[in-house]
Nanobody, 123 residues
Framework: QVRLVESGGGLVQAGGSLRLSCAAS????????VGWLRQAPGKEREFVAA????????LYTDSVKGRFTISRDSAKNTVYLQMNNLKPEDTAIYSC????????????????WGQGTQVTVSS
């Protein structure tokens, strides 16, 4: 069993930055693809970014390309999402999830997921 705990959310002005962390406990998830999802009020959950167990293998949704960077530190069993140039439309609850492949994450098939952390971007 893998337990995922997110942190790093908060309130930031448009154009600002935040770094989210997703820490895993219970067992290593170095062999899993890990991704970030977000859900804004009244909207469906959407895929944001994912990283495979091969660190060069990353995927982003178009709206965050060039602004968000996903990375992982296997020694710390932690995945990060660096978010720069934040926009009000980035406001959502951000959750991390783990699955066997990036493809499964992108299509909403998760083996493990966390409770989420709130990100609010003011205009």
């Amino acid at each position: 069993q893998v337990r995922l705990v997110e942190s790093g959310g908060g309130l930031v002005q448009a154009g600002g930055s935040l770094r989210l962390s997703c820490a895993a406990s219970g067992r290593t998830f170095s062999n899993y693809a890990v991704g970030w999802l977000r859900q804004a009020p009244g909207k469906e959950r959407e895929f944001v970014a994912a990283i495979g167990w091969l660190l060069w293998n990353t995927l982003y949704t178009d709206s965050v390309k060039g602004r968000f960077t996903i990375s992982r530190d296997s020694a710390k069993n932690t995945v990060y999402l660096q978010m720069n140039n934040l926009k009000p439309e980035d406001t959502a609850i951000y959750s991390c999830a783990a699955s066997n492949t990036i493809g499964r994450l992108r299509t909403g098939n998760y083996d493990y997921w966390g409770q989420g952390t709130q990100v609010t971007v003011s205009s």
